[in-house]
């Protein structure tokens, strides 16, 4: 598995498929070809379908300049994978410089046709949950500490988490309405007015966390700075808890990276077993990932032991599985934004459940198992439901006229 410097990155919203993908393919290409008077991109697949609303065509034009670059939006079929781009460079007597064909493989991770050095080194050894707990045992490390013994990556990690917390802040400062025709208004700072007021401690917790987790989704809806946790679209889950943990219930920034380590280490086996690519394997791949990954860090801030950590983790995917996305417009909206709020309060609910149940019964679901199953849900799910905005709430939510 790759270092977590693969899975936490900063970037441009909406979505680290359709615009951290793209961005640094662009980045990369352009630095390739400096002597290319002018650039085309062609988009297929789930980026050409959803491509106008996640702004992809935006990120590519603006990544090229000052050199101008058109992009279209093409029908393709018998792609390799469903985020597939052909980027091309030309001369001033438009002969073709250079060209790649380039994969937006999820999280903002790109594959390069026939460029080897575009794919990042395995820092981890293990593959399987059950191979790292092994490991832990055999060398008496607890999982966060795991991390450590393959990458010192604690700078890193800071530097991530006070990204995530500056989203949720600028979000929480900003209100009116998202760019795009769905007219949509940000609502995180009323939530966060209304959990102000709550006098319901339970109820008061769960404002919080909704108002957090709204406000770092609707920066990413809108393009702001956001971090991949482990995509754009789902990067309103791990920040709402951070944001939490570490204002609200004051913990040490310490604690705050060993949960985030947790996280990183489930969001990897998912990366590597499954994916983490909506395109690929709908919701349940970005939204379902980050619930798997909140909830395991969140037993980690509880002080839960490896196997209860493993049952929270699992209990996030598991109740996501099947999971579409079908997002309105092609906006990382609708169902987007909420669903980001839903989960964030699911993951608290996990990391609880998992505590309490593994106290009378041990879990007959291994972690290793749901992710098995959400590839292989995945791999079912209709193409409709997969980031095409072709089917579901797509199809049915009409689009709002000012
Ligand atoms: S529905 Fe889920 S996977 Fe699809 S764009 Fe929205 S957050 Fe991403």
């Not at 026939?114 to 050894?125: H, L, M, R």
């Not at 800071?158 to 979000?171: F, N, P, Y």
């Not at 998912?270 to 990932?289: D, L």
Request: with cysteine; hydrophobic share 40%.
């Amino acid at each position: 598995m790759k270092s977590l410097k693969e899975l936490f990155r900063i970037g441009p919203g909406p979505s680290s498929s359709h615009t951290l993908g793209p961005q640094r393919a662009s980045k990369m290409f352009k630095e390739h070809t400096p002597n290319a008077y002018y650039y085309e991109a062609e988009l297929f697949g789930s980026l050409s379908l959803t491509g106008k609303g996640h702004l992809t065509d935006y990120i590519i034009i603006e990544t090229m300049k000052p050199k101008d670059c058109n992009v279209f939006f093409k029908v393709g079929e018998n792609l390799k994978h469903p985020n597939t781009m052909v980027l091309s460079a030309y001369d001033d007597k438009r002969n073709l410089i250079d060209q790649w064909t380039v994969y937006s493989v999820g999280g903002g991770a790109i594959e390069i046709e026939g460029v080897a050095s575009a794919k990042e080194k395995d820092i981890y050894p293990h593959a399987s949950f059950q191979e790292i707990s092994q490991y832990c045992k055999e060398h008496g490390l607890s999982l966060y500490q795991y991390v450590d013994a393959f990458e010192q990556i604690d700078d890193y990690l800071e530097m991530i988490i006070k990204q995530m917390c500056k989203t949720v802040d600028t979000g929480l400062n900003k209100e009116g309405e998202l760019p795009g025709k769905l007219h949509l208004k940000r609502i995180g700072r009323s939530l966060l007015k209304k959990a102000v007021q709550c006098e319901i401690a339970a109820e008061k917790e769960r404002l919080l966390l909704s108002a957090y987790a709204y406000s770092a989704s609707e920066e990413n809806a809108s393009g702001g700075t956001t971090v991949t946790a482990p995509t754009l679209g789902s990067s309103g889950i791990l920040p709402a808890l951070i944001y939490y943990f570490y204002y609200d219930l004051k913990y040490p920034m310490e604690e705050i990276i060993k949960g985030i380590k947790i996280a990183g280490i489930i969001g990897n086996l998912i990366k590597r077993n499954a994916t983490i690519s909506g395109a690929e394997g709908g919701c349940q791949a970005e939204v379902g990932a980050a619930c798997a990954m909140a909830s395991a860090m969140v037993a980690q801030f509880r002080g839960l032991e490896e196997h209860q950590i493993e049952y929270a983790a699992e209990m996030g995917i598991e109740h996501h599985l099947g999971l579409t996305c079908d997002p309105v417009g092609g906006y990382v909206m609708i169902p987007c934004i909420e669903r980001n709020a839903v989960a964030t309060l699911r993951a608290m609910d996990s990391a609880v459940l998992a505590q309490f149940i593994s106290e009378v019964k041990k879990n007959k679901v291994s972690f290793d198992m749901v992710v098995h199953t959400m590839n292989y849900t995945g791999k079912k799910l209709a193409i409709e439901l997969k980031e095409t905005s072709l089917g579901g709430l797509a199809t049915v939510v009409p689009m709002e006229e000012k």
